[in-house]
């Protein structure tokens, strides 16, 4: 059975930092691309980062980029995503993914999803 667990979400202050995890079992976690995703009240759940299975090759979304950080320990199974300079824009459910190649920015890519963990930033 595959699972994906978030963690580290919570309330932050805008221009504060936070960092969340997603700890994997269930499947050979470095073969996986891993990717977290985002869900503000009212709108699309949408792409902001991925890494491949080797940790070489990330992507993300532009409003994010020299603000947000993903990266992978295949050692022990878990992928994080750096948070600064956070924005209340930023505000949403986050989730993290993952993909059997590639870095996907559409959900369809994906095939394993977690729970979500919630992000708040007040301005």
């Known amino acids: 059975q595959v699972q994906l667990v978030e963690s580290g979400g919570g309330l932050v202050q805008a221009g504060g930092s936070l960092r969340l995890s997603c700890a994997v079992s269930?499947?050979?976690?470095?073969?996986?691309?891993m990717g977290w995703f985002r869900q503000a009240p009212g709108s699309d759940r949408e792409f902001v980062a991925a890494?491949?299975?080797?940790?070489?090759?990330?992507t993300y979304l532009d409003s994010v980029k020299g603000r947000f950080t993903i990266s992978r320990n295949n050692g022990e199974n878990t992928v994080a995503l750096q948070m600064s300079s956070l924005k209340p824009e930023d505000t949403a459910v986050y989730y993290c993914?993952?993909?059997?190649?590639?870095?996907?920015?559409?959900?369809?890519?994906?095939?394993?999803w977690g729970q979500g963990t919630q992000v708040t930033v007040s301005s």
């Open positions: 993914a993952s993909a059997r190649s590639g870095t996907p920015r559409k959900e369809s890519g994906y095939d394993y």
């Open positions: 269930g499947l050979i976690f470095d073969t996986w691309t």
């Open positions: 890494i491949n299975w080797s940790g070489l090759t990330t």
